[in-house]
Antibody, heavy 120, light 107 residues
């Protein structure tokens, strides 16, 4: 079965960096686009970034463009997100999600999420 | 950016009753609309994509309809496990955007 397991979260001071990872299994990782979606405490869902299956295309939400970098290693079945210049408003649970079977851009499977807290 | 607006914010329904959730897009998203269910402390789960196609393993009591800017998720007979927050999401344009959610609670 499809499994997505995030890691790398924690507490970090504003302005610092953090790298999230998402280990995928149960499907052919290199065939699917992968996304990060976040949810601030008590709030709704916000799409953050996507990388295409072959790494050729990346898109970002305006709120993170220039600070976050999404990447993937298809040989390791792993998705990454480098988060630089973190802000208090980046505090959220971050989910990795697999793109859909018929379109990149809905979220067919989700990880359990990892909490990132940005606080001084 | 396409703004997705869900209504109502909270829906109080008795078990066994029908629930109708609405989602409106600020501009046409064609049929590129998905619905998710989220329970407290859990990741969202895909229910519907392409406006009306149920995802794998989703019971038939969930159905989606609409096109363009107006969409509906219907739960024909609410079960105890259906009380949750529901989000719509458009994937017609970047950035991908979600509605604010509808909480379905027990009446």
């Amino acid at each position: 079965q499809v499994q997505l397991v995030e890691s790398g979260g924690g507490v970090v001071q504003p302005g610092r960096s953090l790298r999230l990872s998402c280990a995928a299994s149960g499907f052919t990782f290199s065939n699917y686009a992968m996304h990060w979606v976040r949810q601030a405490p008590g709030k709704g869902l916000e799409w953050v970034a996507v990388v295409s299956s072959d790494r050729s295309t990346k898109q970002y939400a305006d709120s993170v463009r220039g600070r976050f970098t999404i990447s993937r290693d298809n040989s390791k079945n792993t998705l990454y997100q480098q988060m630089d210049s973190l802000r208090v408003e980046d505090t959220a649970v971050y989910f990795c999600a697999r793109g859909g079977s018929t379109s990149w851009n809905y979220f067919e499977y989700w990880g359990q999420g990892i909490l990132v807290t940005v606080s001084s | 950016e396409i703004v997705m607006t869900q209504s109502p914010a909270t829906l109080s329904v008795s078990p066994g009753e029908r629930a109708t959730l609405s989602c409106r897009a600020s501009q046409s998203v064609s049929s590129n609309l998905a619905w998710y269910q989220q329970k407290p402390g859990q990741a969202p789960r895909l229910l519907i994509y392409g406006t009306s196609t149920r995802a794998t393993g989703i019971p038939g009591r969930f159905s989606g309809s609409g096109s363009g800017t107006e969409f509906t998720l219907t739960i024909s007979s609410l079960q105890s496990e259906d009380f949750a927050v529901y989000y719509c999401q458009q994937y017609n344009n970047w950035p991908l955007t979600f509605g604010g959610g509808t909480k379905v609670e027990i009446k």
